[in-house]
């Protein structure tokens, strides 16, 4: 997919955080407790651990938009997505990944409070959204543990995607539990 603006980031990660919500609040609380053969992380849990990342790629976010402000160059409209990114996460695309232990959950957060953090998350995410569209965005970068040093608008991306990534692993899991 191709941004050309933070407003495209936002928008595409609406509709994505928009089809994750619609495709968890169809699972059942029996669904939700299940780990079928295969899959390491039940549904809740699979919901814990979004939220957590979420929540994280907020922070970095933040953290990022700061240093940005700090350098004061303003943003000329272009974004900062890489190459080095579009390969990276094309890769990735289709490999199961092993979550570092920040972010992998506890298994005693309800799905309805998993997704109510990241509801939160997002509304801080959306605040910062006029600054981020405002600076140069491209010289600040922090690490990914898959894809190494990201942008602001790199981790944004990632955001919508690490959401569409389990969406997509809760639906074949609702697959398998349904037939």
């Known amino acids: 997919m191709k ?12 509709k994505l955080h928009e089809r994750f919500r619609t495709t968890v609040l169809a699972v059942t609380d029996d669904e939700a407790k ?25 922070r970095i ?25 579009r390969e990276g996460t094309a890769r990735i695309a289709n490999e199961k990944l092993e979550a570092p232990d920040r972010v992998r959950p506890t298994g005693k ?14 509304t801080g995410v959306e605040a910062l959204r006029a600054d981020l569209a405002r600076v140069d965005l491209s010289a600040n970068t922090f690490p990914h543990p898959y894809l190494g040093d990201m942008t602001a608008a790199e981790w944004l991306v990632m955001y919508g995607g690490h959401q569409a990534r389990h969406a997509a692993q809760i639906e074949r899991i609702l697959e398998k539990i349904r037939h």
């Open 61 to 85: 976010c933040a953290k990022l938009l700061d240093g940005a402000k700090a350098a004061g160059k303003a943003s000329d409209g272009s974004l900062a997505i890489t190459e080095k990114f």
């Open 3 to 14: 941004f050309e603006t933070v407003d495209d980031i936002f928008t595409t990660n609406a």
């Open 34 to 58: 299940v780990r079928p053969d295969g899959e390491e992380w039940s549904i809740a849990e699979i919901v814990e651990h979004v939220s957590i990342v979420d929540a994280g790629i907020a």
């Open 109 to 122: 957060v309800s799905i309805a409070s998993a997704l109510a953090t990241m509801d939160a998350t997002a």
